[in-house]
């Protein structure tokens, strides 16, 4: 029988270091680009893939995120006596229904994989989705409904990737390339940032992915990786191992690297310039700085 994937991890237990002072009191998945969290970009994608289960591996510290999930009831009703019909229509459309979402706390920060190991139990036995909010993507259809589609065919392990320069492919987790057949990759595995000119390829994995529970067994290993952590590559390296498949996905769209500071000014500036009531006001504001700019030189 073919299976469909229905819940999605999200890890959101990361210290947000980079984005200090901001986030020392604020957690960094609630950092908005223009007015949403990055972690709603990240449930609105999974939802449209499908999901309907979303796990959050969270730590201490990070309670304005499961508020931000809450229903807002007294706001609400002070938009409708307003008749600020629209202010609110967006507000309800962040309220998560009870129970399609849990709070897992990842108790020590041991590593990606640790962190996915974390949910094992609500995901039990089935294919599941990791969304890692920091990556954010932009594109007509969201990557994880692609990917999902790309799921249903191989039912297999997908994970995201995207060409990288070579002198970043020590960033990320790097696809060991079997048959190159476009948009889906076969791999003979995956390293985790690899050393600079050890790549074995310069797809990396970008943050989402379709895994079989067999990555949970092989999780269980605890074995640390790269940076002295229990990396989810390898855990998917392992499953590949066992004689799994595991695909790159090209997907279309654009990543934006939000987990640093330059990358989530350039999904500021994308996703306030896809909006109709800011388009006109930020492109002349950036035309001026550019030719201010170029006068200077
Ligand atoms: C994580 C993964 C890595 C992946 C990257 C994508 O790394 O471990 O395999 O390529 O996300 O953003 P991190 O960025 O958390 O160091």
Redesign the pocket.
């Known amino acids: 029988m073919r299976k469909k994937v229905t819940k999605a991890i999200f890890p959101v237990a990361g210290l947000g270091t980079r984005f200090l002072p901001a986030t020392k009191s604020v957690p960094k998945e609630i950092m908005t680009l223009v007015d949403r969290p990055l972690v709603q970009y990240a449930i609105d994608e999974a939802r449209a893939a499908g999901i309907k289960e979303f796990i959050f591996v969270t730590s201490r510290g990070k309670g304005a995120l499961e508020d931000y999930f809450d229903n807002a009831p007294q706001l609400e009703q002070e938009l409708r006596r307003k008749g600020k019909d629209e202010l609110l229509e967006i507000l309800k459309s962040t309220n998560m229904e009870s129970g399609e979402i849990a709070y897992m706390r990842q108790h020590k920060p041991l590593g ?1 994989g640790h962190a996915v190991w974390c949910a094992r139990r609500l995901i039990a036995n089935e294919p599941f989705a990791v969304i ?1 909010p ?2 954010v993507i932009a594109g007509d259809k969201p990557c994880l409904a692609q990917m999902v589609e790309a799921f249903e065919e191989t039912q297999s392990n997908i994970v995201a990737a995207m060409e990288v320069p070579e002198d970043q492919a020590s ?3 790097v696809l060991d390339i079997k048959e190159d057949m476009g948009a889906i990759v076969s791999t003979k595995g995956m390293v ?1 940032k690899p050393e600079f000119g050890t790549a074995p390829s310069n797809l ?4 989402r992915y379709i895994l079989t529970p067999t990555v949970l067994q092989k999780l269980n290993k605890k074995r640390t990786g790269a940076g002295g952590e229990i ?3 390898d855990a998917i390296a392992d499953a590949r191992e066992d004689g799994e498949e595991v695909y790159g996905y090209r997907f279309k769209g654009q990543r934006f ?1 939000c ?1 640093s500071k330059a990358g989530f000014l350039q999904a500021t500036v994308a996703f306030a310039l896809a909006r109709d009531e800011l388009r006109d006001d930020l492109w002349a504001y950036l035309n001026d700085v550019v030719h201010s700019e170029k006068a200077a030189q």
């Open positions: 990606l890692l920091d990556d960033s990320y987790g985790e990396a994995v970008i943050g990396q989810l590559t690297d987990g």
